[in-house]
């Protein structure tokens, strides 16, 4: 009962205070049969070390990036996070804040939060970006509602292979709207939107002016998702976009087992009112002096109730903070050298497998993440690879499988990845 | 003009150097010096030729400072925020209790961290173990056995919870259904849910004791015929426990609508009272409410949903399964009623780690006594305040006590005033202007992590205020907070002429 501060003394003195005898009596308006006969059927309370001890087990059965060689991502990666990042996450300021509803006294987080917009939009070549989403799939999912509100038109076309789990996600946003559909290919005069992926699920980069043209000729929007920031430094921003969304889990945020992750969004300025999530905007104080504060709020659920824009309350408010001070951290030399870092890891990891007898590359190009085809079904070799320590991939249908390579992948890495793996199709 | 004067003028706020005492300005990083180098030093990658297929990106115009920099930048940032760990924050209905860094510490072992979602699953059994144990955990609490951890907030949950009913109206031929009951002192977040869900809402009305009453419940649910469910959150936003949800939900029940609960203040409950024994169908529980996961200035929450067993198989996917000791997460494949996913990946999983924490260092007995002593606490400010500000409905009140600005604001001091007044000594102010049912407001909630020494010092800073207030110093009022590092922020101006970001030219 180590986080409960009253005494014995201190609770009757408050019964005492209110007038009741026991704090039952607090209970009057609750039905006799809601309550737990007793105790709930769960075990009893527990000291730290003893939730350590039992925790740390647990945390010991998983195997992690750092046990061994690391070749997965498909939308959640491995990647360096400075020291400082967690530090100052970690700062009471910060951790233990509430939505900065009261902004004389939440000016920390509002700057931060302020600053975390401004770089997502230079990083995404669009005008604004909002205080963050919750990942990366709820933001595209958001991103194809808010194309459906602007252009008054339901039907959603996917232009190439987005990731798996943002269309799943994407599709039960839009069974909420029974004239809405999802389909593949080129958009028509009822699209609302196109949505490209770059690069896309299977690491392939791709170039937007044609996507442009083809929405321009039907009135569709363009959005680009973009699961692996990172490749924002060496990739051409997609300036020409409406809307750019996705995962920024990459900038300071460990995989976590999925979540929580990061996601963003960024549009054109004229589109704001339609925006999902929360915003912060600067202004200035009594006396004149800049500050920041939640604004136009009068499109979110607490104002507008049920004619808001999304019912989203809140943003991934810490996450956004890491992700921020790791860019501050970066510098622009930091992230492009970190671009490229990625790009050349790939670049080695694709030369050194390619070279196995019967593994073929499937990708014209790609960033840090590409696809390739095995002589043996790909889930087999993932799982034997897995018994020797090493996490070898996404196993895709049959017998390809998808690769990643970061700045964490050494060339040890690489030969031991490579030897197993000739074992393995022998 | 003297040399104070002159100081004051040369280090005046624009110049970022208006410092007093431990009052520090600070400017944005772009705003820095620029450093010739970055503050992470990675190795230097080679020029090699790229293979991407497109021509390099060209100058982001990114800001670049050492790695000291960034770290006094973010630190003097920090010291204008508020926090839980500097002192009471009796935001009703925001739980602002108590963060065990214990949790934060187990969520950062490594095999926690740097596990990947689609890893095989023999490489993460202790990962799904913690989810597994985690809907066993809330199953119980809740009496609810279905769990789904997937959502990432509570609104996210709410939109879980609500299309798992249409769901299954849809799947047993009851899709007309198409009204969803609201009560008037509902969050934001219900009625912008339901109408995401496609849903229309219709109003109940809460009655001048602040409770639902069976008339007007009756009254809003007409034949029932196109009632898909309704959102009832209980203990309800003004801090009342609903007499007589038994029967409300019995009348909704025998219409063919399910109980959507708004979990937002299970802290009054937890341990001590099962909502499936009330009537619920469905339960989103904020686990950075009740299972202390930190608020982080605005998330990461998580909003996982409880149902019952005839709601389950229309929930979203994944969950996680035990059998034979394996633990596997089960998708559509073998959930085929299932909505399907409503986030990526397993949800938030680091939140999923530090509630579990939490919830075994408190165990049976100690998430009782939290449910118990935060109702007490509450019950305990609003009989020490209750003959300062106007209480609209009689206690005893759960885990939250409301008071309004009646009185007060005859007097020209309203409830923003009396928030930020708190603001000026030293507090960050209750919850205000919610629930709407009431004018002015305020509603305190204390959670069971604050002593009674601290609500006693929290008491006398109310009375202290009542009484200025009463003594009308209308404009001293008016111009509060004053040592804050902002004054009053003009939010007019932010939402007329909207700067989202930093710009070269601003």
């Not at chain 2, 006594?369 to 935060?374: G, H, K």
Request: glycine share 10%.
């Amino acid at each position: 009962m180590r986080y409960l501060p009253q005494t014995k003394e201190s609770r009757k003195s408050m019964l005492d205070a209110i007038g009741v005898s026991s704090v039952d009596g607090l209970y009057k308006d609750v039905p006799g049969a809601a309550f737990i006969d007793g105790l709930a059927d769960l075990p009893l309370h527990a000291g730290e070390l003893e939730v350590e001890r039992t925790l740390s087990s647990y945390a010991n059965e998983n195997h992690a990036a750092p046990d061994g060689p690391f070749f997965l991502g498909a939308g959640a990666y491995y990647h360096h996070i400075p020291a400082s990042v967690d530090h100052i996450i970690q700062r009471s300021e910060f951790l233990t804040a509430y939505t900065p509803y009261q902004p004389e006294i939440a000016q920390g987080t509002l700057t931060a939060v302020y600053e975390f917009q401004t770089f997502i939009a230079q990083l995404t070549g669009q005008d604004i970006a909002n205080a963050s989403m919750y990942d990366g799939a709820t933001a595209t999912a958001e991103a194809a509602l808010m194309a459906m509100r602007l252009t008054k038109r339901s039907k959603i076309c996917v232009g190439n292979a987005l990731h798996f789990d943002y269309r799943a996600v994407l599709k039960s946003y839009i069974g909420n709207h029974e004239e809405a559909a999802i389909f593949d290919g080129e958009p028509d005069e009822e699209t609302a939107c196109v949505i490209i992926q770059s690069p896309d699920f299977y690491g392939q980069p791709h170039g937007y002016e044609a996507w442009r043209k083809k929405c321009d000729e039907t009135g569709a929007l363009l959005i680009v998702v973009i699961n692996e920031i990172i490749s924002l430094g060496l990739l051409p921003a997609p300036e020409c976009a409406d809307i750019v969304c996705g995962e920024a889990q990459s900038i300071g945020i460990p995989m976590g087992f999925g979540g929580p992750h990061l996601g963003f969004f960024a549009c054109r300025e004229k589109y704001v009112r339609q925006m999902p999530g929360r915003l912060i905007g600067e202004t200035v104080d009594e006396d004149g002096r800049r500050g920041y504060v939640l604004t136009l709020n009068t499109r979110e659920q607490h104002i507008r109730r049920e004619k808001a824009t999304s019912n989203i309350c809140t943003n991934q408010g810490l996450c956004a903070l890491a992700f921020t001070v790791h860019m501050a951290l970066l510098g622009e030399d930091g992230f492009k050298n970190l671009a490229k870092l990625n790009h050349e890891k790939a670049c080695k990891l694709a030369n050194a497998v390619t070279e196995i007898n019967g593994v073929k590359l499937l990708n014209e190009s790609f960033f840090n993440e590409f696809a390739i085809e095995l002589p043996k079904p790909s889930k087999d070799i993932v799982a034997a690879l897995a018994d020797k320590g090493i996490i070898a991939g996404y196993a895709l249908d049959d017998n390809q499988l998808l690769l990643t390579a970061t700045e964490m992948t050494s060339d040890e890495h690489i030969s031991a990845f490579v030897a197993a793996l000739k074992e393995a199709l022998s | 003009m003297t040399a104070e004067h002159k100081i004051t003028e040369r280090l005046s706020p624009e110049s970022h150097d208006g410092n007093r005492g431990l009052h520090y300005e600070e400017n944005l990083l772009w705003e820095k010096e620029h450093c010739d180098h970055p503050g992470v030093d990675l190795p230097q990658a080679e020029n090699i030729s790229l293979r991407t297929g497109l021509p390099e990106r060209g100058a982001i115009g990114l800001p670049q400072v050492s790695e000291p920099q960034v770290v006094r930048h973010f630190v003097r940032l920090s010291t204008w925020n508020y926090s839980i760990d500097h002192g009471f924050f009796p935001l009703g209905s925001c739980t602002m209790k108590h963060n065990p860094r214990l949790n934060e510490k187990i969520a950062r072992l490594p095999g926690f961290a740097h596990a990947h979602p689609l890893q095989p699953a023999e490489t993460v059994q202790g990962a799904l173990r913690v989810m597994y144990e985690l809907q066993e955990w809330l199953s119980e609490l809740t009496g609810l056995p279905g769990v789904c951890l997937a959502p990432a907030a509570g609104a996210h949950g709410e939109l879980a919870g609500m299309m798992t009913i249409r769901r299954a109206h849809e799947a047993k031929g009851q899709g007309h259904r198409k009204i969803v009951l609201v009560p008037d002192s509902a969050h934001g977040t219900n009625p912008a849910t339901a109408v995401i869900c496609g849903y229309t809402t219709r109003t109940i009305k809460t009655s001048e004791t602040g409770r639902l009453t069976i008339e007007s419940f009756k009254e809003a649910l007409g034949d029932g015929g196109d009632i898909a469910g309704m959102m009832v959150t209980n203990p309800n936003t003004c801090g009342l426990f609903e007499s007589d949800i038994l029967e409300i939900s019995k009348l909704l029940h025998e219409a063919g609508g399910y109980f959507y609960c708004d979990g937002a203040n299970f802290n009054a409950l937890v341990g001590k009272i099962r909502p499936g024994a009330f009537g619920v169908d469905v339960m989103h529980i904020n686990l950075h409410k009740t299972f202390s996961t930190p608020h982080g200035g605005g998330g990461p929450g998580s909003g996982p949903i409880c149902v019952t067993d005839e709601l389950a198989p229309y929930m979203p996917v994944p969950t996680v399964s035990h059998e034979n000791d394996t633990y596997r997460l089960e998708y559509e494949d073998e959930r085929p009623e299932s909505l399907g996913r409503l986030r990526g990946f397993v949800g938030q999983f680091g939140m999923h780690v530090r509630a579990l924490a939490y919830m075994m260092s408190h165990g049976a007995d100690g998430l009782k006594q939290v449910s118990e002593d935060a109702v007490l606490g509450a019950n305990y400010i609003l009989s020490q305040l209750q003959n300062d500000f106007h209480v609209p409905f009689e206690g005893p009140c759960m885990h939250e006590c409301l008071l309004t600005d009646k009185g007060l604001k005859e007097k020209g001091i309203q409830t923003i005033d009396i928030a930020k007044a708190l603001c000026e000594y030293g507090y960050h102010p209750m919850t205000i202007y919610f629930p709407l049912v009431v004018n002015g407001a305020m509603l305190i909630e204390p959670t069971e992590t604050e002593s009674k020494d601290a609500m006693d010092r929290f008491i006398t800073v109310m009375k202290s205020i009542a009484e200025d207030a009463q003594n009308g110093d209308a404009d001293k009022f008016h111009h509060f907070p004053e040592s804050t590092p902002r004054k009053r922020m003009d939010e007019v101006k932010a939402a007329r002429q909207p700067t989202l970001r930093w710009r070269e030219t601003s």
